[in-house]
């Protein structure tokens, strides 16, 4: 649905945007599933749109948005939808946002005067996987065998990484993805350690099944690196962390360190990451997630200038990966749209839209903050 008649224009519950493809099927039957089992109303009237939340406004201009909404990240959130009704600060309900991705940098800032809630469970398996998926590339070399399969040459082929005892993966941000990463690692014979952090915090919940160092140590012993952590803007927090992995953190590495960045790219800015691997400190590279994406994904599908340092070096890498001149392996954000994950997704949605108005639209059960 792009633009609705005035006449026609309803009045909804909530309204699901930037829902592309299998995933707003998938919102459409759990809706449908909590509505007959009674966790949301009886006549719940909602939308679930292609647009992101800009866009339909854009086309709808003065359409009245719901008390909650649930986007993703290229959706940006109107102060007149925070305010909207508020004669003075308290004497509405604060407005709700359920953001159906596991990152929340995006709204983050809006905890103070909004309730937030993300998805903090449903694709830790499938971005696990796609990191596993990273690895293995790397360490096999993939675009260098695959080259050499032109000629079908067996004699020139450089060696590649194999994975066992011995070798040391670093998980960077061991939440629920962070863990689950960690556990398909040590079942591929990968020596594993963490960092977080949020160490004082959870070591106690992994005695036993992480061992945690110090982002220093972890960055000399390491022979391959995985960040998941998620992104922190906000400079005045303890877990802010854009720019984490810098040129000069990373120098202290192992020469042909393998890198994986499967949650935001501002924690690892692209620059810092090809001057590396030009260098040779970086021998292998697997990226899911770019920096200032919206600017980066416009350059991409446009070929427009972009005089951004970190989305200039993305496109070099991008373009190095395609021709398997490089040891780098690229796709957009794909970690989270696994089959099972894409169900899960709708459903974990769902569940915190049932929160809301079993709270009476006062609460989501669980929000931001969350530490």
């Not at 649930?70 to 109107?78: V, W």
């Not at 941000?173 to 556990?183: D, K, L, M, Y």
Request: hydrophobic fraction near 40%; proline fraction near 3%; glycine fraction near 10%.
């Amino acid at each position: 649905m792009d633009k609705e008649p005035d006449a026609k224009r309803k009045k909804y519950d909530i309204m699901h945007f930037e829902a592309l493809g299998p995933e707003a099927q998938h919102l459409e039957r759990e809706t449908a599933q909590s509505v007959k089992a009674g966790a949301l109303p009886k006549n719940h009237k909602y939308l679930i749109t292609h647009l992101s939340l800009n866009e339909y406004i854009n086309v709808n201009p003065g359409a009245e948005l719901p008390g909650i909404i649930s986007i993703k990240t290229h959706s940006k959130i109107p102060g007149g939808f925070i305010w909207a009704g508020k004669q003075k600060p308290g004497s509405l309900k604060r407005k709700s946002i359920i953001t159906r991705s596991a990152g929340y940098d995006h709204v983050e800032h809006l905890a103070g005067v909004a309730n937030v809630a993300s998805l903090r469970d449903y694709c830790a398996e499938a971005v696990a996987q796609t990191a596993m998926k990273f690895i293995y590339a790397c360490a096999g070399r993939l675009n260098h065998y695959a080259a050499n399969t032109q000629n079908f040459d067996r004699m020139g082929s450089d060696a590649f990484m194999e994975l066992g005892p011995g070798r040391v993966v670093t998980v960077f941000g061991v939440g629920n993805i962070g863990r689950r990463i960690c556990g398909i690692a040590r079942a591929n014979g990968l020596e594993v350690q963490g960092v977080d952090l949020r160490q004082g915090e959870i070591a106690k919940e992994l005695v036993g099944q992480v061992k945690f160092v110090s982002k220093e140590e972890a960055v000399r012993s390491s022979d391959i690196i995985v960040n998941a952590m998620n992104l922190t803007r906000d400079k005045s927090s303890r877990f802010y962390n854009a720019g984490y992995f810098s040129e000069e953190l990373l120098s202290q590495a192992k020469d042909g360190l393998i890198f994986i960045n499967v949650t935001r790219g501002e924690i690892a800015p692209e620059s810092a990451l090809l001057g590396l691997y030009r260098s040779g400190k970086i021998g292998g590279l697997g990226l899911d997630v770019f920096s200032n994406e919206e600017e980066f994904s416009r350059a991409m599908r446009g070929g427009a200038f972009s005089p951004d340092k970190d989305v200039i070096a993305a496109r070099e890498l991008v373009e190095m990966s395609l021709a398997r001149t490089g040891n780098i392996y690229v796709q957009p954000h794909q970690g989270f749209n696994s089959d099972i994950a894409a169900r899960a997704k709708a459903r974990e949605a769902i569940r915190h839209a049932e929160a809301h108005f079993r709270n009476k639209g006062k609460r989501f059960d669980e929000q931001l903050p969350y530490y």
